[in-house]
């Protein structure tokens, strides 16, 4: 079975700030990977997918993250922070197989933008 | 717009009570999907729906129903709400494969007291 850990449930940055969310996942298969963004009030619309093509993902609103298979990660990072990033993200895994193409997902981690 | 709607958006209810919670997709979506949103424990998927007439369990079905008589429409029925089914839902909807991306309804916050 698959699962995603996310380090740190809340995460506070500057303003213009490096932004790092981490995640790991296990999976007995290569799997596929995806990092959603709730924002208050709101449902989770996608960031960005990692589907065994290219390692680095780039995704909407600045943010990238990287497949990294030897460490068995998938942190999400955006150059500068901006007010507009506060928001809970997620991390989740879903694996190949036909059945139930499902999405595993990890804890969340409420990213707060210091001014 | 390219949308997955539920109904309604906030419910207090007693235990006991039956209710349904209805989700519907104007994306032709074959896969639809329930989870309920905790604190500390993510999204956990309550029920799936690869197609129509198609249905299973996902990781925390107990006390949850669903159907799907119609491909857009997916609705959420709890039989006899406990205090312990307190919770945010949220309708998801896809094509199908896993590299899909799954489109999430506003969500409901229900309250059973």
């Known amino acids: 079975a698959q699962s995603v850990t996310q380090l740190g449930s809340h995460v506070s940055v500057s303003e213009g700030a490096l932004v790092l969310l981490r995640c790991n996942y296990s999976?007995?298969?290569?799997?596929?990977l995806f990092w959603y963004v709730q924002y208050p009030n709101q449902g989770l619309q996608l960031l960005l997918k990692?589907?065994?093509?290219?390692?680095l993902v780039k995704g909407i609103n600045g943010f990238e993250a990287e497949f990294k298979k030897s460490e068995t990660s998938f942190h999400l990072t955006k150059p500068s922070a901006h007010m507009s990033d506060a928001a809970e993200y997620f991390c989740?895994?879903?694996?190949?197989?036909?059945?139930?193409?499902?999405?595993?997902f990890g804890t969340g981690t409420r990213l707060t933008i210091i001014p | 717009e390219a949308q997955v709607t539920q109904n309604p958006r906030y419910l207090i209810t007693v235990t006991g009570k039956k209710l349904t919670v209805t989700c519907s997709q104007n994306m032709n979506h074959e896969y639809m999907s329930w989870y309920r949103q905790d604190p500390g424990l993510g999204l956990r998927q309550i029920y799936y729906?690869?197609?129509?007439?198609?249905?299973d369990k996902g990781d925390v079905p107990e006390g949850y129903k669903v159907s799907r008589k119609e491909k857009r429409n997916f609705p959420l029925i709890l039989e006899s709400p406990s205090p312990n089914q307190t919770s945010l839902y949220f309708c998801a909807s896809k094509w199908g494969a896993n590299t899909d991306t799954q489109y999430f309804g506003p969500g409901t916050r229900l309250t059973v007291l």
């Open positions: 990692y589907t065994s093509a290219a390692t």
């Open positions: 999976s007995s298969v290569p799997p596929y």
């Open positions: 989740a895994v879903s694996v190949p197989y036909f059945g139930n193409e499902k999405l595993t």
């Open positions: 729906s690869m197609n129509v007439e198609v249905t």
